[in-house]
Every structure is written in C-alpha cells, then in structure tokens.
Nanobody, 125 residues
Framework: QVQLVESGGGLVQTGGSQRLSCAASGRTFSSYTMGWFRQALGKEREFVSVISWSGDNSDYATSVKGRFTISRDNVKNTVYLQMNSLTPEDTAVYYC??????????????????WGQGTQVTVSS
C-alpha cells in the first residue's frame, strides 16, 4: 500500500518558480514509477511528468518540457516537481500518483493506482 500527500502549492507570479513535493509512505515506494498530473477548471486531468522507479528515466508533457523537472529521493520517500517559467496556463490542481504495478514504467494516467489529494497551483498574470 502506498499513501501520497502533496505539498508546496500556492500563488506564484508569471515567470516565477515553485517546487511541489509528494511525501509517500510505505517501504515499497522505491518500486513504483511516480507521476505528476494536473487538472485545470473545466478541463480533463492531464499528464505532466513521470519518473521511473529507479529515477533513471522520465518523460514530460510537451507543454511543460524544458520548464519542469521531476525528481525523486527514495531515501526520503519523496518525489518532487520543480516548475520554472510558470504561466497562467499552468494554473491547476496538481496530483501526485504512483503506478499500480511495481517496476512498470508508464505515462498512461489510467495505469496509476495510488493518488494524493492534490495541491492547487495558481499563476497570476
């Protein structure tokens, strides 16, 4: 069982930076591919970024590539999303998630089983 809690959301100005954290419980944290997804008002939840169980591989949505960086610390049981050059289009609730199968690398949202409650990120214009 994996439990996830996001933190670090809040207000930030256009062009600014913010780092989200996702604290995970359970000794098997290091076995799961982890991901960040987001959902803006009136829109469907979408893929943002994922990182493999080992941290050796990652992928990003086209909209955030080059601006966001995903990382993980398996000793601290934490995954991070560093967000730079933020724009109002990045405003959304950001969710941390763990894949449903250990060691499986996937960017498909429907293959993520464990979810945090989300943290709001608002970028002012």
């Amino acid at each position: 069982q994996v439990q996830l809690v996001e933190s670090g959301g809040g207000l930030v100005q256009t062009g600014g930076s913010q780092r989200l954290s996702c604290a995970a419980s359970g000794r098997t944290f290091s076995s799961y591919t982890m991901g960040w997804f987001r959902q803006a008002l009136g829109k469907e939840r979408e893929f943002v970024s994922v990182i493999s169980w080992s941290g050796d591989n990652s992928d990003y949505a086209t909209s955030v590539k080059g601006r966001f960086t995903i990382s993980r610390d398996n000793v601290k049981n934490t995954v991070y999303l560093q967000m730079n050059s933020l724009t109002p289009e990045d405003t959304a609730v950001y969710y941390c998630a763990a894949a449903g199968i250990r060691y499986k690398y996937t960017v498909k949202m429907d293959e993520y089983r464990y979810w945090g409650q989300g943290t709001q990120v608002t970028v002012s214009s």
